[in-house]
């Protein structure tokens, strides 16, 4: 039976530090002038929150108490005496920048973005040390830890400029503004760009990450466990979101520039609309399998 609680935990911070890197990074780039600072400090005290519960769940397990029944003396030597403590208070130190950054740089935007973004860069890459890829064996194994924080961060990267292009995409539809218009379609150009850089990042960590956990001659195996069939849901999902991508790159966009020219691009901004928000359904959706399948035994082992 599924540990729903555990799962749901994990999918929350997930999806949290995700966004907490991936939307300042996007604010970055992009032409949109998105104004972070609020979401920024509650994506900052929500991972505080839900990292702290985290690690109560986690003491909870390898202790074989109930959460309400872990003691003062568990949790501090978990902090203070193992390594996995001291990365849980890396994230937690990465955290309380980025809400010190929203608090003390709001007048400054670039540096408070710069400052948000390395910090949540470090906050995501404390998460493989929870999962799978710390626990990797072999010759390969040193490389497993790097290429799953990369994962991670380009899934942000994607993530981010799906939650920012989905909002520059409602704001431009409401205001019908022409400075938003353009702007608008300057990020979707500078996106299109950056977007395949993401997957092929994504692809190659991926797939090695996939070959070290499963194993290549367990790859027939697959849709004989739980593991493996999640596994198949959460890659045919991913190509979903590689067919939305491109059509969003090769025919929506370049669709929603011919509008602009003639002055009627309101059905060109809801067909786009709807592919990203549908491209964003989709990712939340691996996020929730990614969830599961950490908690799950690979097929391989």
Same mark, same amino acid.
Not at 160 to 186: H, I, M, N, P
């Given at each position: 039976?599924?540990?729903w ?6 999918? !929350?911070?997930? /999806?949290? @530090?995700?966004? %907490?890197? *991936? $939307? ?5 780039? =992009? ?22 519960f985290g ?14 029944d872990?003691d ?11 390594p ?9 130190a ?8 929203t608090?003390?740089?709001s ?9 948000s ?12 040390f929870?999962?799978?890829a ?11 830890l ?7 961060l !380009?899934?942000g /990267?994607? @993530?981010g400029? %799906?939650? *920012? $292009? ?5 704001? =431009? ?11 608008l ?18 692809l ?25 069939r ?16 491109t059509?969003n790159?090769f ?6 520039g011919d509008?602009?020219s ?11 609309r709807?592919s990203i ?5 989709a ?10 399948l ?8």
């Amino acid at each position: 039976m599924a540990d729903w609680p555990l799962i749901i935990v994990r999918f !929350a911070l997930y /999806a949290d @530090l995700l966004l %907490l890197f *991936g $939307l300042p990074l996007f604010a970055l780039y =992009a032409r949109q002038r998105i104004r972070l600072d609020a979401t920024m400090m509650l994506l900052a005290i929500v991972g505080m929150g839900l990292s702290g519960f985290g690690f109560l769940q986690l003491a909870a397990s390898m202790s074989g108490q109930a959460v309400g029944d872990v003691d003062r003396s568990t949790l501090s030597m978990m902090l203070f005496d193992m390594p996995l403590g001291t990365v849980w208070q890396v994230r937690m130190a990465a955290l309380l920048i980025i809400l010190g950054a929203t608090l003390l740089l709001s007048g400054r935007r670039t540096r408070m973005l710069v400052v948000s973004t390395g910090a949540a860069a470090v906050a995501l890459s404390t998460l493989p040390f929870f999962g799978h890829a710390a626990a990797s064996e072999g010759p390969a194994a040193a490389l497993h830890l790097p290429a799953t924080m990369l994962h991670l961060l !380009a899934a942000g /990267a994607w @993530l981010g400029a %799906l939650a *920012g $292009l989905l909002w520059s995409l409602v704001e =431009a539809g409401r205001t019908r503004d022409r400075v938003q218009l353009e702007r608008l379609y300057a990020s979707l150009a500078s996106f299109s760009t950056i977007g395949t850089i993401i997957v092929l990042v994504i692809l190659a960590t991926g797939i090695f990450s996939a070959l070290m956990l499963v194993g290549p001659g367990n790859l027939q195996a697959l849709p004989g466990s739980l593991y493996g069939r999640l596994l198949m849901v959460k890659i045919a999902l991913f190509l979903a979101m590689l067919v939305l991508a491109t059509l969003n790159r090769f025919r929506l966009t370049p669709a929603l520039g011919d509008a602009m020219s003639s002055g009627d691009e309101k059905v060109a901004l809801a067909k786009l609309r709807r592919s990203i928000m549908l491209e964003t359904v989709a990712a939340i959706s691996i996020i929730g399998l990614v969830a599961w399948l950490g908690i799950l035994p690979p097929t391989g082992t």
